[in-house]
C-alpha cells in the first residue's frame, strides 16, 4: 500500500512564526501536492511538484512556500504564520504521468495559529 | 475559470432510501472525474474515476457531457456510507466544497 505520512497531526503556532510541514510518500511518485481543507471550501491546491526541486503554485499559493530536495519528500512552509493559515493541510502523491490520477493522501495536519 | 460545484452541505436520508450527491464542473475540453471520500477518522481516498466506469460499494457516477455533471448515486444506502464526499476535475485535481452524507437508521 501507498504511504504518505505527515509528521505532525497537530500543530500549535502563534502569529509571525514560521512553520514547517513535512511530507513524506514511500512509492517513488513524482508528483506531490499539497492542499489545505476548510469547511464550506472543500480541497484547495496550495502548491505541487512534478519532479525533484521543481514546484508550481496551485490556486492558493499566497504565503505559503515549498521545497522539495528529494523525491520522497515535500515540506510546507509558512514564513509568518498567521491566523487566516489556521486549517487542515493534506499531502498527497501519485505516480501517474500527466495526470494527477488517483491521489494519495497523508492523514493530514491540523494547523491552529494563535 | 475552472471549477467544481457540490451544490449541497448535507444530505441526509433513511438506510434503505437512494441517494444523489450532486456535481457540476466547469472545465476547458474533457476533464479526468474523480468522486473521493473521507469516513470519520480516515485519511481520505478515492472512491471512483470516470474513466473506469466502475461501481464501488455499491455506488456509480454518470458522466453528462452535456450537463457538465458527474453526480454519484446509491440505489440503496447503508449506514457505513455516512461520509464526507468530494467531486474532483481535471489534472492537477480541482475539488468541489464536499458534501456531507448522513445515512440515518
Known amino acids: 500500500d501507498v504511504k504518505v505520512t505527515q509528521s505532525s497531526r497537530y500543530l500549535v503556532k502563534r502569529t509571525g512564526e514560521k512553520v514547517f510541514l513535512e511530507c513524506v510518500q514511500d512509492?517513488?511518485?513524482?508528483?506531490m501536492f499539497w492542499y489545505r481543507q476548510d469547511p464550506g471550501l472543500g480541497l484547495r491546491l496550495i502548491y505541487f511538484s512534478y519532479d525533484v526541486k521543481m514546484k508550481e503554485k496551485g490556486d492558493i499559493p499566497e504565503g505559503y512556500s515549498v521545497s522539495r530536495e528529494k523525491k520522497e519528500r515535500f515540506s510546507l512552509i509558512l514564513e509568518s504564520a498567521s491566523t487566516n493559515q489556521t486549517s487542515m493541510y493534506l499531502c498527497?502523491?501519485?505516480?501517474?504521468?500527466?495526470?494527477?490520477?488517483?491521489?494519495?493522501f497523508g492523514e493530514g495536519s491540523r494547523l491552529t495559529v494563535l | 475559470a475552472q471549477r467544481v460545484t457540490q451544490p449541497e452541505k448535507l444530505l441526509s436520508v433513511f438506510k434503505g432510501a437512494p441517494v444523489e450527491l450532486k456535481c457540476n464542473y466547469s472545465?476547458?475540453?474533457?476533464?479526468?472525474l474523480f468522486w473521493y471520500v473521507q469516513y470519520s477518522r480516515q485519511r481520505l481516498q478515492l472512491l471512483l474515476r470516470?474513466?473506469s466506469r466502475e461501481s464501488i460499494k455499491g455506488f456509480t457516477a454518470d458522466l453528462n457531457k452535456g450537463e457538465t455533471s458527474f453526480h454519484l448515486k446509491k440505489p440503496f444506502a447503508q449506514e457505513e456510507d455516512s461520509a464526507m464526499y468530494y467531486c474532483?476535475?481535471?489534472?492537477?485535481?480541482?475539488f468541489g466544497q464536499g458534501t456531507e452524507l448522513s445515512v440515518k437508521p
Open positions: 474532483a476535475a481535471g489534472g492537477k485535481l480541482i
Open positions: 512509492m517513488d511518485h513524482e508528483n
Open positions: 470516470h474513466i
Open positions: 498527497a502523491s501519485n505516480g501517474e504521468t500527466g495526470s494527477a490520477g488517483e491521489l494519495f
Open positions: 472545465y476547458s475540453g474533457s476533464p479526468e
